[in-house]
């Protein structure tokens, strides 16, 4: 999962359209949608000991798995439960608050090509879109680094000098098995670094 930069002089939309361009003239199919959303929950202030900042934790749902919900701190563990988590959470507000405003999201189009499987999304906080992303998996592999030179060299093919290193990710679990949890971590950082981008600007008009 990565983020690609928008194309100069031209809009979030735009830059997705080319991208997808890209991809059908390489003959990707387009395979419906996706979508993976993240809402943002803090310690609750009467749990924080003075001084101390509260730990924060994302809730995060992903359509390819609708019937999974994804539970993860920072730099922590992360928790699959089922959709019922959510209610939990509701009810957990004495110790968890939402922090409604940080709701964001990445929404698109699911590509076919091959045995690749590229989702192309719009990240969007609130009403504008913030960035792009591109998750690309291959699908016959779950051994990240078995793959990786060949995932590489396909993205490069649509993506061009913007193609990512390894995630983080790869390298807590060198030789282990790739599942949900590490897409939705990669998911996660993704979000955190569009949130951090957004913030200085708006610093600056306050």
């Known amino acids: 999962v990565s983020q690609v930069p928008v194309a100069e002089g031209k809009s979030v939309q735009q830059t997705v359209e080319l991208l997808a361009r890209r991809l059908e003239a390489l003959g990707a199919d387009k395979q419906g949608t996706f979508g993976v959303d993240c809402e943002t929950y803090h310690t609750a202030a009467a749990l924080g000991t003075q001084g101390q900042t509260g ?3 994302y809730v995060m749902h992903n359509s390819e798995y609708p019937l999974s919900c994804f539970a993860l701190f920072e730099n922590g563990p992360c928790l699959v439960a089922d959709a019922n988590f959510d209610t939990l959470m509701v009810k957990l507000k004495g110790f968890f608050q939402n922090a409604k405003a940080n709701k964001i999201e990445s ?8 045995d690749f499987l ?11 879109a913030r960035g792009i992303s591109v998750e690309v998996e291959y699908c016959p592999c779950v051994i990240a680094n078995d793959c990786w030179n ?12 913007h193609t990512p290193g390894g995630p983080p990710v790869f390298g807590s ?14 998911y996660m950082e993704l979000f955190n670094k569009i949130r951090k981008q957004q913030q200085v600007p708006v610093a600056g008009i306050r």
Do not use: I
Not at 150 to 161: A, K, T, V
């Open 173 to 186: 679990k060198h030789d282990g098995a790739h599942g949900p949890g590490d897409t939705m971590v990669q």
């Open 150 to 161: 060949l995932l590489m060299e396909f993205m490069q093919s649509f993506m061009g000098s």
């Open 55 to 57: 730990k924060l934790m």
């Open 118 to 128: 590229v989702k192309l999304g719009t990240v969007t906080m609130g009403p504008s």
């Open 107 to 114: 929404r698109g189009t699911r590509y076919q090509y091959c």
